[in-house]
């Protein structure tokens, strides 16, 4: 028998629900099986607290290590979508109409030179080919080849200040049906940000990057989760903290329970 249909917004709170049982990452194991662990607070806190952990070590062992990369016939048929694959509103309908030529990526924040491009001035820039696989929290796992500039090249045309910390990555996906504000955010440090294998890509498997996917611009920080990847980027913001952003968390779905640290 075919399963309803269910809304949109009525799939995300389903998620919502289940999203804390992720935190069992940080620890370094496997997926939490069971949602009553989700929640039992104690054991919400021991998992949050190896998010420290996990980040010390990847730290000892290297932030600069490159994740594993694939040959063309590791390509999955079909890259799978993650999260949203239609922001609601009218406003991203119209920009795949018009194949997102009045789309501009924004570079602001704690820079010297803030910067404005658009989709073809971001496609003339150096760009980097990369065949990596996405680990969801969720459990699933897909490999595909990803085109775009390096987010370290981005940052040294727009100069970063000193004041510096964190990268938050702005997008045009409403989050709470009911609150326009409720847009996904996401942030990584500038370890990651400078990282070789962090770009902002927009192409898919030699085709621009689909809708689901996340078009026309979506980070790909290939040492991290796949909640870590944000899609449909408009800006890209320099900040020295998280404060009075969104839940002070570094990320909507930080927000919500996930560890801000999702390496891999």
């Not at 389903?14 to 069971?34: D, K, N, P, Y």
């Not at 999955?76 to 694959?85: L, M, Q």
């Not at 194949?99 to 003339?124: I, T, Y």
Request: charged share 25%; with cysteine; proline share 5%.
């Amino acid at each position: 028998m075919k399963k309803p249909f269910k809304p949109f917004f009525e799939q995300r709170r389903e998620r919502r629900g289940l999203l804390r049982t992720g935190l069992a990452v940080a620890a370094g194991g496997a997926l939490a099986g069971c949602d009553a662990l989700s929640h039992d607070d104690k054991v919400v806190n021991v998992l949050r607290s190896a998010e420290t952990l996990n980040d010390a070590v990847h730290r000892v062992l290297g932030r600069k290590a490159m994740a594993q990369e694939f040959s063309p016939a590791d390509i999955a048929p079909k890259f799978r979508a993650n999260g949203t694959t239609m922001p609601v509103g009218e406003s991203y309908a119209a920009m795949v109409a018009n194949g997102f030529a009045d789309w501009r990526l924004k570079v602001d924040g704690l820079v010297n030179k803030p910067l404005e491009l658009s989709l073809p001035q971001l496609q003339a820039l150096p760009a980097r080919t990369q065949i990596t696989r996405h680990d969801c929290v969720e459990g699933w796992s897909t490999i595909g080849q990803w085109k775009g500039v390096r987010l370290s090249h981005l940052l040294n045309l727009a100069e970063v200040k000193p004041a510096a910390k964190y990268v938050v990555f702005h997008c045009l996906d409403q989050m709470e049906e009911e609150d326009e504000s409720s847009m996904y955010y996401e942030s990584v440090d500038l370890d990651d940000a400078f990282h070789e294998q962090t770009i902002l890509a927009w192409e898919l498997n030699g085709k621009p990057v689909p809708v689901e996917n996340g078009a026309p611009l979506r980070a790909r920080i290939e040492r991290q989760l796949g909640y870590k990847q944000p899609k449909y980027l408009y800006r890209v913001e320099l900040v020295s903290s998280f404060s009075g952003m969104g839940g002070g968390r570094g990320g909507y779905w930080e927000d919500q329970g996930y560890n801000w640290y999702g390496g891999i």
